[in-house]
């Protein structure tokens, strides 16, 4: 099956074989075609799975087709709302990439910026327009956006403006629709939340999910590291650069550790920037412009502001710490190993992660291999046995000879090196 077989114009067609996409992806079989017929669409996916293109690329066929139809008239007929800004501005990016060859105009509207460019563009019309919620309820306010001839509506990652508690607004926006056709609802999960929304404002939708063995990309490595709280950021500055990695996504938890990462990494010399929801949106995107340049070599990123983060041919992830819930771990982790390409996802785990790594193997039902860093001395050795956490000494490990079973007295021999590991060896493993 070709783009082109699914119904796309030639012109669409020709982009998408631009960006060495050969054939549709699960998601996109599955939607293209349905959404061409104006019909609802419920879509739980990960990011990395072609979401963006399945729901995208249908609305600039209707573009095409109502332009053919009209002489080039241009209208305000689609709109999308996303939760942060980076996602929306990656939103716009890839319209803009899909729509080489047709005459589409964008315009991406949030907060934090000057509104007054954002109106300028809206005045000289626009086909598609790419809204956060809180810029959006403004501009309809102001009076300043006329959403009359909307009929098409696309919720990206609905479950994270519910989290951020935006249904109020959305429920606002929706009141001045009065010609929709068509919504979308994409999200990461399908929560009761999710599910109560979708039954407001879907009628009779398809539903598409990605399922739980489809979530991780094949193409993604996962590895971890067990090492104690006081030698993680030690070991992070080691792995990156006894490994010389060029281009590192790192994802924390807070902010304050995020500053704290940077702080440390700059210290071994390591460049290295921040973004989280503290930083202004100039400073949040020159970071990233400057990471996908390579003009920095650590780009260190809270879970909501790397929300829509693209960077072309990112091969290295690492978890600093893992992410509360499991569904997060999967968001990073999607970063790698997009559009064909391989990638490596990294957790290092400390004591308090012990817990959290062991929700995260159940939930994608597989095992995530525990890795001994080559050359770097964790001083304390963590082990896991089932859901508890054991601490050893220095003391302890002197006493034994670290076997198969990690010092289970038993197992006396050392852990046969694993050529697929890179000369690492798999915590756990017997010879």
Known sequence: ?????????????????????????????????????????????????????????PMLQSIKEYQDKNENNRILSKLIIAPTRELSLQLEKSINSYAKYLDVQTCCIYGGSNIKPQIKKLEEKVDIVIATTGRLMDLIEKGKINLTKVDTLVLDEA??????????????????????????????????????????????????????????????????????????????????????????????????????????????????????????????????????????????????????????????????????????????????ARAGKNGIAISLLDEYDMAAIIEVEKYLEQKIPKLELEGFDVGTRIRMIATKKIVETKDDIKRKKIGGAFGNKKHKKANKVQPKQRGKRIIGQKK
């Not at 606002?172 to 039954?199: F, P, R, W, Y």
């Open 159 to 336: 479950d994270t403006m519910l989290d951020m508690g935006f249904v109020s607004d959305i429920e606002k926006v929706m009141g001045s629709l009065t010609t929709l056709q068509q919504t979308i609802l994409c999200s990461a999960t399908l929560g009761a939340n999710v599910k109560k929304l979708s039954n407001t404002l879907l009628i009779n939708p398809k539903i598409i999910e990605v399922k739980s063995n489809d979530r991780i990309n094949d193409r993604v490595e996962q590895i971890a590291y067990p090492v104690t709280a006081d030698k993680k950021l030690e070991m992070l500055s080691f792995l990156i650069g006894s490994q010389n990695m060029q281009q590192v996504l790192i994802f924390c938890k807070t902010k304050a550790s995020a500053e704290e990462i940077v702080k440390n990494l700059k210290l071994d010399g390591l460049k290295a920037a921040s973004v989280h929801g503290d930083k202004t949106h100039g400073a949040r995107a020159k970071a990233i412009t400057q990471f996908k340049e390579n003009q920095i070599r650590v780009l260190v990123a809270t879970d909501v502001a790397a929300r829509g983060l693209d960077i072309v041919d990112l091969y290295y992830v690492i978890n600093f710490d893992l992410p509360f819930m499991p569904i997060d771990y999967v968001h990073r982790i999607g970063r790698t």
């Open 1 to 57: 099956m070709t783009f082109r077989q699914l119904g796309l114009c030639k012109e669409i067609s020709k982009a998408t074989e631009d960006l060495g996409y050969t054939n549709p992806t699960k998601i996109q079989e599955e939607a293209i075609e349905y959404l061409l017929r104006k019909r609802d669409l419920l879509a739980i996916a990960q990011t990395g799975t072609g979401k963006t293109a399945a729901f995208v690329l």
